[in-house]
């Protein structure tokens, strides 16, 4: 009877232990790997099993999930006619030049510019400029007119003539950004301060003019010098002429 009892207890013992689930992280079934998001592996539970286990971009290695590395790095790693685009096989851009624009041809795949083509200047060096399709040598810009601006006797408004040079230097100073004083000058007629305030007209007239075509203000500085720097001397007109002035100075 006490054998009995024994083997009784055994078997009961048994049964209690199988039937009590293992504890973490040892497990028979996925479900004891769930709260951890895991799956069950071999008795463990483990990341993962297989790819599948994993979110995009990540692959099963044992057991854990990695980055997936590129699925290639140059085109003869892809097959059926794809070419490797970032690491991974894609279909190709192209078949034909008519698939591509401007002067891109199909080179292996991809719509490319061949050697010295170009579908705008930014294709090209930075002395090169796009031409019908081709980068050739920039034309050399010319240079600003920095000539000095002539004015009547008395007279501050700008004279008709001077219009069309100021237009030109607007643009000139827009495209290089450069400072540029506006000297005004007067011949030796008159007061030295009337000479002054007429000098410094004559700036002002000019300033006015060239923010006007918009050239910011801050490029442009006024100063009036008078009658005190002729540039030719003598009491002539022509003198007098070339001394009624504004000049550009860098």
């Known amino acids: 009877m006490r054998r009995i009892s024994m083997v009784a207890g055994l078997a009961l013992a048994v049964t209690v232990l199988a039937g009590c689930p293992p504890t973490y992280p040892k497990c028979n079934s996925d479900e004891t790997c769930q709260?951890?998001?895991?799956?069950?592996?071999?008795?463990?539970?483990?990341?993962?099993?297989?790819?599948?286990?994993?979110?995009?971009?990540?692959?099963?290695?044992?057991?854990?999930?990695?980055?997936?590395?590129?699925?290639?790095?140059?085109?003869?790693?892809?097959?059926?006619?794809?070419?490797?685009?970032?690491?991974?096989?894609?279909?190709?851009?192209?078949?034909?030049?008519?698939?591509?624009?401007?002067?891109?041809?199909?080179?292996?795949?991809?719509?490319?510019?061949?050697?010295?083509?170009?579908?705008?200047?930014?294709?090209?060096?930075?002395?090169?400029?796009?031409?019908?399709?081709?980068?050739?040598?920039?034309?050399?810009?010319?240079?600003?007119n920095y000539e000095p601006l002539r004015f009547g006797f008395n007279e501050s408004t700008l004279p008709t003539d001077a219009q069309s040079q100021l237009s030109e230097l607007a643009q000139c100073i827009k495209a290089s950004g450069a400072r540029v004083e506006l000297g005004g000058h007067a011949d030796e007629r008159g007061t030295e301060e009337y000479n002054l305030q007429l000098s410094q007209k004559r700036a002002a007239s000019v300033k006015k003019y060239l923010v006007d075509l918009g050239v910011p203000a801050n490029l442009l500085k006024t100063v009036g010098y008078g009658e005190n720097k002729p540039v030719e001397q003598g009491a002539t007109e022509e003198a007098w002429a070339a001394n009624r002035r504004v000049e550009f100075v860098r």
Request: with cysteine.
């Open 35 to 144: 709260e951890k998001g895991e799956v069950c592996v071999n008795g463990s539970c483990q990341e993962c099993a297989s790819d599948a286990n994993c979110k995009d971009g990540f692959a099963c290695q044992e057991n854990k999930c990695v980055p997936k590395g590129p699925e290639c790095s140059r085109d003869e790693q892809c097959t059926g006619g794809k070419i490797c685009e970032a690491g991974k096989c894609a279909a190709p851009q192209c078949t034909s030049k008519a698939q591509c624009q401007g002067a891109q041809e199909c080179q292996k795949g991809r719509c490319a510019l061949p050697p010295g083509a170009c579908n705008s200047s930014t294709d090209c060096g930075g002395d090169q400029e796009c031409k019908e399709n081709k980068c050739v040598a920039a034309a050399t810009k010319s240079e600003c």
